[in-house]
């Protein structure tokens, strides 16, 4: 079966950025293309701007270069559009949210965070691997929450409409998020730490959670957070989803994979076009077509469409 795919996240935008990627062609270690979305029935797609703060470019004139690469993408390319709240996967196009991955950009700064809103941003996680000044990171040195600047940047999240991303944040910070946010929250490329025991992985209480706030979890496909081994193949992926719909419930599930931003991928699921057969397996395994379309494709849609 055909089923159309929302995707919580990629960082095909710092490509697009450093390395001079385009969505017409496939350069090494790129995934994200035009035509692999088409193939893979990508029918929504996060682009993350994500600032890698070892370069010498601030980390907000990355991401705003970024956010420019992304409204240049949509304006060079009428098969890409911005989520809008009437979307229908139907109709051939591919619906796009803009996503920031990492806060540092913000220099803790409310104004700064209205700025990007107005320029589209609608979900944004706080940390990337680093600790920083609004809060922990799951990789972080010391164990922290959300600190007091966080908390306000969150309550400014909830009041403008920016959905609030729980992955790479600390544990503490998570937390935090569950019992401050007066929105759902959502991890857009976590996988289940009772599978796999990395910081990256969510325990079974904040997946239940987050379910129960309203929110959802996307599963990636990065090889080390989904097996010991790190050489993941589409088995292991299925394992993790079945683990998660088994806490969160099957509304509550989705995909997050983070391509292009990992060096190696599961055998058998390299780039985009390859997704149908993640969901072929989702099939054999035993869930129901409708079930499948959920997590494939209504779930994340239900869940994000609330803030555009």
Not at 112 to 131: K, Q
Request: charged share 20%.
């Amino acid at each position: 079966m055909r089923f159309y795919t929302a995707d919580a996240h990629c960082d095909y935008l710092f490509g697009a950025m450093e390395y001079g990627w385009t969505i017409d062609t496939q350069k090494r270690n790129q995934t994200i293309t035009l035509e692999n979305l088409q193939r893979g029935g990508v029918a929504l797609q996060f682009l993350a701007a994500w600032a890698d703060t070892t370069l010498k470019v601030p980390p907000l004139e990355q991401v705003l270069i970024m956010i420019d690469r992304y409204h240049s993408l949509l304006e060079t390319h009428p098969e890409l559009v911005p989520l809008s709240k009437d979307f229908d996967p139907c109709s051939g196009k591919i619906a796009t949210v803009l996503a920031v991955e990492g806060a540092e950009c913000l220099g803790a700064s409310p104004s700064i965070l209205r700025d990007l809103y107005r320029l589209g941003v609608r979900a944004m996680t706080f940390t990337w691997n680093s600790d920083n000044e609004l809060a922990g990171a799951a990789q972080g040195k010391r164990r922290r929450g959300l600190s007091a600047a966080g908390r306000e940047i969150l309550r400014e999240m909830n009041r403008l409409g920016i959905a609030f991303d729980v992955s790479h944040l600390s544990d503490d910070g998570i937390e935090d998020a569950l019992a401050l946010s007066t929105q759902p929250i959502f991890a857009s490329h976590s996988n289940c730490r009772k599978l796999q025991n990395a910081p990256r992985c969510l325990p079974d209480e904040y997946i239940r959670a987050i379910a129960n706030k309203g929110g959802v979890v996307g599963i990636n496909f990065y090889g080390p957070q989904l097996c010991e081994s790190g050489h993941a193949d589409i088995s292991d992926i299925v394992r993790h989803v079945c683990h998660a719909v088994s806490i969160a419930g099957v509304n509550h599930v989705c995909i997050g994979s983070d391509f292009d931003g990992m060096q190696r991928y599961p055998k058998d699921l390299k780039n985009p076009s390859d997704l149908p057969a993640l969901f072929d397996a989702l099939l054999r395994e035993g869930f129901a077509p409708a079930d499948v379309e959920r997590i494939a494709y209504r779930n994340l849609h239900d869940y994000i469409v609330q803030f555009v």
